[in-house]
């Protein structure tokens, strides 16, 4: 997997718009990139998946420029519940057998 | 659809005791499997992963090892525990040909006095 660099924390309030950039330099242009979401004592889970210009769901939205070089994690309308640890990935489609490692992650707490 | 089941989903050991934590993946073949350790406020490490039965890989030298019986079963181990194998651990999967999409199962919270 490409290696990632994310803040290691952020603050923001309710009702805001939260932004999480996640730098890859060296993404290949075969990798996609993965953003998980984790609430204390629970495992990851997958928030959003893209490969470039812009994803949309229900959660969040991810905004990848031309270059790839890193993505941004946009989370609209922030509430207590959204404070977790959020993680970036980057990693090949065709995935083999390549390890799955996280990094530290960013730590995002929403306060009221 | 795809479920991973983890147990115990807590266990509180002394010293020295041995650990056996099992974890089991539903509606997929041939999944690689992960195992985690995420100490108090901090990241996911990285203990063993496995890409099919009998094969282990082990990322951090220590007291604990793994095993894959069977296709969908991964089970961590340990002779004698220490007390700095406190920590929650996260069993994952995957497979081959997605993204890093990975899911993972309950935790297991275990506690070494």
């Known amino acids: 997997l490409a290696k990632t660099t994310q803040p290691i924390s952020m603050d923001s309030y309710e009702g805001q718009e939260v932004n999480i950039t996640c730098s890859h330099n060296n993404i290949a242009t075969n990798d996609y990139i993965t953003w998980y979401q984790q609430f204390p004592s629970q495992g990851p889970r997958f928030i959003i998946q893209?490969?470039?210009t812009k994803v949309t769901n229900e959660v969040a939205s991810l905004f990848i420029p031309a270059d790839r070089k890193s993505s941004t994690l946009s989370l609209p309308r922030v509430s207590l519940s959204d404070t977790a640890v959020y993680y970036c990935?980057?990693?090949?489609?065709?995935?083999?057998?390549?390890?799955?490692?996280f990094g530290t992650g960013t730590r995002l707490t929403i306060i009221p | 659809s795809q479920t991973i089941h983890q147990w115990p989903a807590t266990l509180v050991q002394p010293v020295g005791s041995p650990l056996s934590l099992e974890c089991t993946v539903e509606?997929?073949?041939?999944?690689?499997l992960y195992w985690y350790r995420q100490a108090a406020g901090r990241g996911l490490q990285l203990l063993f992963y496995?890409?099919?039965?009998?094969?282990i890989s082990s990322e951090v030298p220590q007291n604990l090892s793994a095993s894959r019986p069977q296709d969908r079963q991964f089970i961590l181990s340990s002779k004698k525990l220490l007390l700095s194998d406190s920590g929650f651990y996260l069993c994952?999967?995957?497979?081959?040909?997605?993204?890093?999409?990975?899911?993972f199962g309950p935790g297991t919270r275990l506690t070494v006095l």
């Open positions: 509606g997929t073949s041939n999944p690689n």
């Open positions: 893209g490969y470039k």
């Open positions: 496995s890409v099919g039965i009998g094969q």
């Open positions: 994952a999967w995957n497979v081959n040909g997605q993204a890093p999409l990975a899911f």
């Open positions: 990935l980057v990693g090949p489609s065709n995935f083999g057998n390549e390890k799955l490692t």
